[in-house]
């Protein structure tokens, strides 16, 4: 298996929903396909399916709560985590840690989005990112 993430798929209750605040966070939409909406992105693609479809295609119960996953979205200077997490407050987010230094020397906030799903926004000023807004562990 190579090393990589092709497409995030998230569960949604509502499919219109989840697309109008992904939207509104500034994301165009490349496909509606099959009851799937898509995102891409740099190098991956985001997909949002209806939640009980997606819990039937893997063969799980819907379970509620944190699921233990949080997806990271980081920035090139700690302004723009208090201006990703104000975009995201505006357009329907639920805002579970303010922006914060963290004990690493980052700079991060915390929130969910209309369907439950964890988002970071972190600035890691050891992780610089590339031209494209491309994230490597130790830089680029």
């Known amino acids: 298996m190579d090393q990589r993430v092709s497409l995030i798929t998230l569960g949604t209750d509502d499919l219109a929903r989840g697309r109008a605040f992904y939207e509104s966070l500034g994301w165009q939409v490349v496909s ?28 799980l119960p819907i ?12 920035v090139p200077t700690k302004e723009d985590v208090a201006a990703i997490t104000d975009q995201a407050r505006v357009a329907g987010a639920t805002i579970l840690r303010e922006p914060h230094d963290v004990f690493w020397g980052g700079h991060i906030a915390y929130f969910s989005d209309p369907d439950g799903h964890v988002w970071e926004v972190a600035h890691n000023p050891y992780s610089t990112l590339g031209p494209n807004g491309e994230f490597k562990w130790n830089g680029h």
Not at 63 to 74: C, E, I, Q, R, V
């Open 32 to 59: 509606t396909e099959d009851g799937i909406v898509a995102f891409d992105l740099i190098g991956q693609a985001i997909g949002l399916y209806p939640r009980d479809a997606l819990a039937k295609d893997v063969g």
């Open 63 to 74: 379970t509620p709560g944190f699921s233990g996953m949080t997806l990271s979205h980081n």
